[in-house]
């Protein structure tokens, strides 16, 4: 109750304090100063991202050390005794830490502050790298979990290389620059805070290349602003909020610090959009590279005195952060095989994207929408360039809902498609502006599609059915304007529906040849106003594919329609119970494999299936027995096929 009404009284004095010179400056302090990002601009998020330069406005480390060191040299100006003080100087940032909050990086920094000041309590001169190995393994003690946590790894990561190189850096650039910058006291702090970032930046880049999929060099110049601007922020912030009830006149002076402070620390991150080159997106590597990156370090810091020895290391470690740094073009493809059409359902949660790989090379993707909203930059991108996609040919954006268009401006800024198709335009639509702003620039262009509309491709043919042209003016999106595709390679034809149901349903054309096999993305998530029982009869699809999230807030798919397509004898996948879902066919065999390890040959699955109907519902239309379970169908007539259980690949 007491941290919660702390931070309340924060949030009120910064904005009465900071709002008359900019909101974003009050944002910015009360992240510093509390941990609440809630009122950062995502712009200014991803500007801090893409330079490096984002946990400067996350409470971590450099924000608990530099509490740490002014709360101790203030104390130490009214305490004569320094165990004394250190004792008070714990009690003051433990306190701070639970004002703050509970998040784990705030705990970690605590807890090294702690530590430290308790040992030099005792009377003991603490080793930074003795300090780290202690606060390590008592987090490690506290939360197991903590093995495996992401910002643990970015915490001791980062402090490992700016205790264990940076001063093995800076010694190097000292010797090299000192008599050329006379070495006086400012140079000394320049050439150690750049040793510091270089030092943690290297520790770094494996884990930046295979969890945010994003490497650069933006922090190493950035950071030369970004951290003094951040302590100045923090600083005169915190004096700015303390004089605000006492004093207008300083707390408008510290007020106007803070904010020119909190310019500096934003408009240095303009570095990305001005040099894009210094910051880029690169696919998954292999953990290999990884391994041989780390190794390569350890050789080159603890065989310092074998020149032989340290060549290999620097050798070794500088192929792996080539490998991990790459251009997407350099590194290897998933491509499918050849000859062969590939779609696959990417797991976004509770919206829709799918990708199909046309025989010939060509890609399609066919929205980019998902759950949140970095679900283009997290989810679809690193997806696509596991599957082997360097550049879209085209991006299709079915209709500009949310779910179905959110990660579009990430996907184009990274895959830079060749044309973006869309159906009955939205003017007034902010979300379908915002992708067509975003295009500017890539050289892509944009196409309308109407029903009638049909592209031939790698031997397969592309058929817009649905919408018509519109006959007024759209006001705002509609499900039901949603571009309808259906695509036929050889013995295989796929439906893809978009959210387009009842209006299109009821005036569908049936299917080309009752002996294709038919795959139907189920329209709208698998929604009550999907599926309706007449188009079901008509279509009698043989795979049936939803894309919803997990424990969804509609209930989507809805019990009734999952009953429908199990009368039919349909075999439903869903991507909240079996993750990415994967087709591949050459026009005549067609195999389903999904992230959850289940796995169907579908042409024997309909000949099982029709040689012995069950009596109930199929078994198909249910959720698997268990996560990991592959299903293998018989080919021919015959029993119906037998489950294994264990694990299996998909």
């Given at each position: 109750?007491?941290?919660?009404a702390?931070?309340?009284?924060?949030?009120?004095a910064?904005?009465?304090?900071?709002?008359?010179?900019?909101?974003?400056?009050?944002?910015v302090?009360?992240?510093?100063?509390?941990?609440?990002?809630?009122?950062?601009d995502?712009?200014v998020v991803?500007?801090?991202?893409?330079?490096?330069?984002?946990?400067?406005v996350?409470?971590s480390?450099?924000?608990?050390?530099?509490?740490?060191?002014?709360?101790?040299?203030?104390?130490?100006?009214?305490?004569?005794?320094?165990?004394?003080?250190?004792?008070?100087?714990?009690?003051?940032?433990?306190?701070?830490?639970?004002?703050v909050?509970?998040?784990?990086?705030?705990?970690?920094?605590v807890?090294?502050?702690v530590?430290?000041?308790?040992?030099g309590?005792?009377?003991?001169a603490?080793?930074?790298?003795?300090?780290?190995?202690?606060v390590?393994?008592?987090?490690?003690?506290a939360?197991?979990?903590?093995?495996?946590?992401?910002?643990?790894?970015?915490?001791?990561?980062a402090?490992?290389?700016?205790?264990?190189?940076?001063?093995?850096?800076?010694?190097?650039?000292?010797?090299?620059?000192?008599?050329?910058?006379?070495?006086?006291?400012?140079?000394?702090?320049?050439?150690?805070?750049a040793?510091?970032?270089?030092?943690?930046?290297?520790?770094?880049l494996?884990?930046?290349?295979?969890?945010?999929?994003?490497v650069?060099?933006?922090?190493?110049?950035?950071?030369?602003v970004?951290?003094?601007?951040?302590?100045?922020?923090q600083?005169?912030?915190?004096?700015?909020?303390a004089?605000?009830?006492?004093?207008?006149?300083?707390?408008?002076?510290?007020?106007?610090?803070?904010?020119?402070?909190s310019?500096?620390?934003?408009?240095?991150?303009?570095?990305?959009?001005?040099?894009?080159?210094?910051?880029?997106?690169?696919?998954?590597?292999?953990?290999w590279?990884?391994?041989?990156?780390?190794?390569?370090?350890v050789?080159?810091?603890?065989?310092?005195?074998?020149?032989?020895?340290r060549?290999?290391?620097?050798?070794?470690?500088?192929?792996?952060?080539?490998?991990?740094?790459?251009?997407?073009?350099v590194?290897?493809?998933?491509?499918?095989?050849?000859?062969?059409?590939r779609?696959?359902?990417?797991?976004?949660?509770?919206?829709?994207?799918?990708l199909?790989?046309f025989?010939?090379?060509?890609?399609?993707?066919?929205?980019a929408?998902?759950?949140?909203?970095?679900?283009g930059?997290?989810?679809?991108?690193?997806?696509?360039?596991?599957l082997?996609v360097?550049?879209?040919?085209?991006?299709?954006?079915?209709?500009?809902?949310?779910?179905?268009?959110?990660?579009?401006?990430?996907?184009?800024?990274?895959?830079a498609?060749?044309?973006?198709?869309?159906?009955?335009?939205?003017?007034?639509?902010r979300?379908?502006?915002?992708?067509?702003?975003?295009?500017e620039?890539?050289?892509?262009?944009?196409?309308?599609?109407?029903?009638?509309?049909?592209?031939e491709?790698?031997?397969?043919?592309?058929?817009?059915?649905?919408?018509?042209?519109?006959?007024?003016?759209?006001?705002?999106?509609?499900?039901?304007?949603?571009v309808v595709?259906?695509?036929?390679?050889?013995?295989?034809e796929?439906?893809?529906?978009?959210?387009?149901?009842?209006?299109?349903e009821?005036?569908?054309?049936?299917?080309?040849?009752?002996?294709?096999?038919?795959v139907?993305?189920?329209?709208h998530?698998?929604?009550?106003?999907s599926?309706?029982e007449?188009?079901l009869?008509?279509?009698?699809?043989?795979?049936?594919?939803?894309?919803?999230?997990?424990g969804?807030?509609f209930?989507?798919?809805?019990?009734?329609?999952?009953?429908?397509?199990?009368?039919?004898g349909?075999?439903?996948?869903?991507?909240?119970?079996?993750?990415?879902?994967?087709?591949?066919?050459?026009g005549?065999?067609?195999?389903?494999?999904?992230?959850?390890?289940r796995?169907?040959?579908?042409?024997a699955?309909?000949?099982?299936w029709?040689?012995?109907p069950?009596?109930?519902?199929?078994?198909?239309?249910?959720?698997p027995?268990?996560?990991?379970?592959?299903?293998?169908?018989?080919?021919?007539?015959?029993?119906?096929p037998r489950?294994r259980?264990?694990?299996?690949?998909?």
């Amino acid at each position: 109750e007491g941290g919660a009404a702390t931070r309340r009284y924060v949030r009120r004095a910064a904005a009465r304090a900071l709002d008359p010179y900019s909101p974003q400056t009050t944002a910015v302090v009360i992240a510093i100063l509390i941990g609440d990002r809630a009122g950062l601009d995502r712009a200014v998020v991803d500007r801090l991202q893409a330079a490096g330069t984002y946990h400067v406005v996350a409470i971590s480390g450099g924000n608990v050390a530099l509490v740490t060191a002014l709360c101790y040299l203030l104390l130490r100006l009214a305490i004569r005794s320094p165990r004394t003080t250190a004792v008070a100087a714990i009690a003051v940032v433990v306190c701070y830490g639970g004002i703050v909050s509970s998040q784990p990086s705030v705990t970690r920094a605590v807890l090294a502050a702690v530590v430290y000041l308790a040992v030099g309590a005792m009377g003991l001169a603490p080793g930074a790298l003795h300090v780290l190995a202690l606060v390590a393994l008592v987090a490690a003690l506290a939360d197991p979990l903590a093995a495996i946590d992401i910002g643990a790894w970015l915490s001791f990561g980062a402090t490992l290389g700016i205790i264990v190189a940076a001063p093995r850096v800076a010694t190097a650039m000292a010797t090299r620059l000192g008599a050329a910058v006379g070495w006086r006291r400012c140079a000394r702090a320049a050439v150690g805070l750049a040793a510091a970032t270089a030092a943690a930046e290297a520790v770094l880049l494996p884990i930046s290349a295979l969890v945010f999929g994003r490497v650069g060099v933006a922090g190493l110049v950035v950071n030369f602003v970004a951290i003094p601007a951040m302590a100045m922020v923090q600083i005169a912030g915190a004096l700015a909020i303390a004089c605000v009830d006492v004093s207008s006149g300083a707390a408008s002076m510290f007020g106007a610090v803070a904010h020119g402070a909190s310019l500096a620390l934003v408009d240095s991150a303009r570095l990305v959009d001005w040099v894009p080159a210094l910051s880029w997106r690169v696919p998954p590597a292999s953990l290999w590279w990884v391994v041989g990156y780390y190794g390569g370090l350890v050789l080159v810091i603890r065989t310092a005195r074998r020149p032989a020895i340290r060549r290999a290391g620097v050798a070794v470690a500088a192929a792996s952060a080539l490998a991990l740094a790459a251009a997407p073009s350099v590194v290897a493809t998933g491509r499918p095989p050849a000859g062969q059409l590939r779609m696959t359902m990417i797991d976004v949660g509770q919206g829709e994207s799918i990708l199909i790989q046309f025989p010939d090379g060509h890609t399609l993707l066919v929205d980019a929408g998902g759950a949140a909203s970095d679900v283009g930059a997290r989810v679809i991108v690193p997806a696509l360039w596991a599957l082997g996609v360097r550049r879209l040919d085209w991006l299709l954006v079915t209709h500009a809902d949310l779910d179905h268009v959110v990660g579009g401006e990430d996907v184009i800024r990274a895959l830079a498609p060749r044309e973006i198709w869309e159906g009955v335009p939205v003017d007034e639509d902010r979300t379908r502006r915002a992708i067509f702003e975003a295009a500017e620039g890539t050289g892509s262009v944009r196409r309308e599609l109407r029903a009638g509309d049909r592209l031939e491709v790698g031997g397969a043919t592309v058929d817009v059915l649905h919408p018509a042209a519109p006959d007024w003016q759209r006001p705002r999106v509609r499900n039901n304007d949603s571009v309808v595709l259906h695509v036929v390679f050889g013995g295989v034809e796929i439906l893809l529906t978009g959210d387009a149901a009842e209006e299109f349903e009821a005036r569908a054309p049936p299917p080309r040849d009752p002996r294709m096999v038919r795959v139907l993305k189920v329209a709208h998530h698998g929604s009550r106003t999907s599926s309706a029982e007449p188009f079901l009869a008509s279509y009698r699809p043989d795979v049936a594919l939803i894309s919803a999230g997990r424990g969804n807030l509609f209930f989507h798919p809805a019990g009734v329609v999952l009953d429908r397509y199990a009368r039919l004898g349909a075999f439903v996948l869903r991507t909240d119970l079996d993750g990415a879902i994967v087709l591949e066919t050459d026009g005549r065999a067609v195999t389903v494999n999904t992230l959850r390890g289940r796995s169907i040959n579908v042409r024997a699955w309909i000949e099982t299936w029709a040689a012995s109907p069950p009596a109930r519902a199929s078994p198909a239309a249910r959720p698997p027995p268990v996560p990991r379970v592959r299903r293998r169908a018989a080919r021919g007539p015959g029993p119906r096929p037998r489950v294994r259980r264990g694990r299996s690949g998909g």
